[in-house]
């Protein structure tokens, strides 16, 4: 549930302002309004010790003990730097020491030096071309050459002189070092890479310093954003924000003890700036992993709907990934990397759900690794629902009623999702003494009809097509009539409101239809997958005797390629049902900000 805010104000005169930050901050529960950018110089230090801690994060080092004193880390950060700079110049200096070296090298060692005083007296310029061309020159009249040693495939010669047009070959320049040379640099070069990777392997025993030093930072970048989001007037300073409602008791005791001037509200609804702090449950908690990834937050005023978020998502990604086989892999991943956490999590029991309802999915139509023989097996044939068996032949089913089932099964959660959205906001807005709750039932009518106009169109069942048109004309009229109502209307301003919108509760009623028909991405995917799964498998029958390695590898990489697009379709479809169609008939927005306190940061972020 989304946890109610208050709205505080705090004031204290200016003399005491960093006693009213730090015990603000120690108290760990105002979430500042209107929040001001910290210090630009913490906000550099931070990067350029994360961009440290992440290049020393690739040397594997003991951990240090103790954590270093603030002139000891001072000292190893100011090495540590300087290493890394050094060995990023060190780098660019060899690759170009490297490249000078390959081409120097067909030439053999001489001194560039040398040959530069040589031209003084007479010109020389150097040239690589083929036999070709090297016959070619030969009779050219005017120009003198010198024949030099091959290179590579390429012959080389010395021309005398200027020639009067340009040769069809490619001139040599000359060095401005010798391979020799070139190649003692490079030697130093990679000394100086090792004394730089010795110092870093060292400094990455001290992780532990640059978390503490990274944490510090990030609390001074705080502390500096609270102090530049005070209010200044008259010797007096003071901040507003917002605090969870169960919270004021502990709240109005800190004030109290603190001698503050404050004042505390009811948060308005409909402000902005109201932060969103989502109370889960055991259950509910499943989907923040999600939610993070996601970067979503509810407004202030919207609804948690994060458990009928993991319900669906726990389905629709079932529906889309739909092989058993797949399932029982990720059920065999997250069991291992569950015994390495060595405890439970959110992110692995959120993966233990959709790992068991991949399976029941996959089981009950199936699927076993897009293979048809796992249908000649008694116990997981026993284990399939007839009309939704992805191998329909084996039951006296045919495979149109059966795809006609499943897509049936696809629309009826689609009618169900939206319908609950309705019924969500007909429950809120009734609490709320909002008329407008009728043009919600208007939408629950429309969508239920538009269902079977769907089951008419797509897959031909049988409907009473005058019902369902006067069922969707009921809704929309009920939608104009009412759309437009809210408490603060009166029930004219309300009407006219709602008959001014009427092309929009047209277009929105042509939407709803849409928004019926989207889930069929559910059945169309989840055939997709599985025709991809049943062509690999075909294609690895195929390699039989000394080649049924290759057979496997085809097997491997084709499923291993299926799980990856199975993904990648849950992100683009499983989420997008939630996010889009179902928030959308609940009218969420998804545009809240998330409750984040000012207090003392203990944990990297």
Known sequence: MIEKMKAVCIAAQSSHKDELLTDLRDLGILHIAEKSAADPRFLEEFSALFRVMQELKEYKAKEEEGVLSEEEFDRLYADTSAALAKKAELREKLTGLLLEEERLAPWGNFDPQEVKELSDTVPLRFYLMDKKELSALSQKEGIRYI???????????????HPEKPLRAFEFPLPQKGLAQVQREAAECRKGLEECESTLKEAAGHLESFRQRLLKVQNAAEYSSADASLGRDS???WVTGFIPQTETEKFSAAAQSHGWAWMIDDADENDADVPTKIRYNKVTALIRPLFAILGTVPGYKEYDISFWFLAFFALFFAMIIGDAGYGALFLIGTIILNVRMKKLTNVTLLLYLLSATTIVWGALTGTWFGLEGAMK?????????????????????????????????????????????????????ICGKDLGWIADVGWLLSICALYFMVLFLVIGESVNLAAVACAIGAGFLLVVLFGGMSPDKSFAQGLKAGLGN???????????????????????????????????NGMAAGFGGPLVIVGIAIMVIGHALNIVMGFLSVVVHGVRLNLLEFSGQLGMEWSGIAYEPFREIKKEK
Do not use: H, W
């Open 502 to 536: 009427a092309f929009t509760a047209f277009l929105n009623t042509i939407s709803a239809f849409g928004n019926v028909m989207s889930y069929i991405r559910l059945f169309a995917v989840g055939m997709a997958s599985l025709a991809i799964a049943q062509s690999f």
């Open 377 to 429: 097996v008694p116990f997981l044939k026993a284990l399939v629902i007839p009309g939704f068996a992805n191998y329909p032949e084996y039951f006296d089913v045919s495979s149109t009623a059966a795809q006609n089932n499943v897509m049936k099964f696809c629309f009826s959660i689609g009618v169900i999702q939206l319908a609950l959205a309705c019924v969500m906001n007909i429950r809120r807005k």
């Open 147 to 161: 024949r030099l040693r091959p290179v590579g495939k390429s012959e080389a010669v010395a021309v005398v002189g």
């Open 235 to 237: 010797g007096i300073v």
